[in-house]
């Protein structure tokens, strides 16, 4: 089954000019202005709109400076931007990786505008989807296949898909950026970026078909390892969530078993479903301490615990070792993607093996971006894709 996963490396891909308006979390913009989808003053001949997130719980659309590219570089017309649970928690409370004033925004696809110097593989009006960061190829972690670790990936990584342009550097062009195929939706494409963190997660795994597999977590991130898990052939693949729409979504996608983690006994399920063993693989997506504790308690004796959701900065939990030693449970904590990962993640995506459009539970325009936000903070949804 790790060839479903895998087959990619066999197959061997600011300043701002002028504030727009103040968007803060309780702030409210006319409806007919944002459904006749009107700007209220003239863009400038270089200048393009963008999403600012100026500090936690304030969003800028301003007027910025519309980038131009230089050697190898790319800049991509915005056809699509999705949100992420990232994104919402930077504009929330802020988040170590994004000083701001910062753009913002990183899962997109779209259209190639111009392209710099040197660039052969692409050009204008070509049709394209990218993650928003490689790595460099040459460090420690790169020459040892953890390219995931590499120092340049975090350092050099894009952001600011809440915008009309995107300027792609030259690295991420060459290593990470691929054209989308005419069938393949501009929205669906531009899942690639956490489709591949899924990916990389799962291809640490092997599984037997008649495994049990329980996810913690029914937003985004857990049901794309629904639909993989489902996609590898897996049958008893438990799901346990919060949120009832999701709940939804997950039973539709084919869990064998949806657990409404709120009023019912997850613990109980699971020992139930499993003759008492538990299961034999949990996977925590929800990034919480607490449910990382939870998860270990689940799993069965010789099982693996894949820690994906990562925590608040300094986050500790409390572990049981007699129970990790002498029931011989592994702990796996996947982190971004690798370049394999990228690549397989496209390969799928361009196969249509997934229902990742179920994933998408609407659009709006880029000018409505924090009533965006706000439906995500009330759960009843997914994913959103932004359009410029």
């Not at 460090?139 to 792609?168: F, H, P, S, W």
């Not at 099982?303 to 030693?325: A, M």
Request: glycine share 10%; with cysteine.
């Amino acid at each position: 089954m790790r060839a479903f996963l895998v087959r990619g490396i066999v197959r061997s891909p600011s300043r701002s000019v002028q504030p727009f308006i103040a968007l803060e979390r309780n702030w409210q913009i006319e409806r007919r202005e944002l459904e006749l989808g009107l700007w209220p003053m003239e863009r400038k001949r270089n200048g393009m709109w963008a999403n600012v997130l100026v500090q936690p719980g304030l969003l800028e659309l301003r007027e910025v400076e519309r980038p131009t590219p230089g050697p190898g570089e790319v800049v991509v017309k915005i056809r699509a931007a999705l949100t992420c649970g990232t994104d919402l928690k930077a504009y929330l409370r802020g988040h170590p990786k994004m000083p701001m004033p910062t753009l913002f925004g990183h899962e997109f696809a779209g259209e190639v505008a111009e392209v710099g110097p040197g660039v052969r593989n692409f050009r204008e009006g070509d049709a394209v989807m990218s993650v928003h960061s490689a790595p460099c190829g040459y460090c420690y972690y790169c020459r040892r296949g953890q390219d995931n670790l590499c120092e340049l990936t975090m350092k050099a990584k894009v952001l600011g898909a809440y915008a009309e342009y995107i300027k792609i550097p030259a690295h991420i062009v060459q290593k990470n950026m691929f054209p989308k195929p005419a069938a393949l939706p501009f929205n669906e494409a531009a899942i690639l970026e956490p489709l591949s963190c899924v990916v990389h997660g799962l291809q640490h795994l092997d599984f037997d078909p008649e495994d049990t597999v329980l996810i913690i977590g029914a937003g985004a991130i857990g049901l794309m390892h629904l639909l993989l898990l489902r996609a590898l052939g897996l049958e008893r693949v438990l799901i346990a969530g919060r949120r009832a729409f999701r709940l939804r979504v997950a039973q539709e996608l084919g869990a064998a078993r949806v657990i409404d983690a709120e009023n019912e006994d997850v613990r109980e399920i699971v020992l139930d479903l499993t003759q008492g063993r538990g299961a034999d693989t949990v996977i925590e997506c929800t990034g919480r301490p607490a449910v990382w504790q939870q998860a270990i308690t689940l799993v069965r004796r010789g099982g693996k615990v894949v820690l994906f959701g990562g925590c608040p900065s300094g986050s500790t939990i409390e572990l049981d070792t007699g129970r990790i030693h002498y029931d011989q449970i592994t702990l796996i904590s996947p982190f971004h993607y690798t370049q394999r990962a990228v690549r397989r993640a496209y390969e799928l995506l361009c196969e249509r093996r997934i229902e990742v459009g179920r994933l998408i539970t609407g659009e709006y325009p880029l000018t409505r971006l924090l009533e965006v936000f706000t439906l995500l903070q009330q759960g009843n949804c997914i994913k959103y894709a932004v359009i410029p």
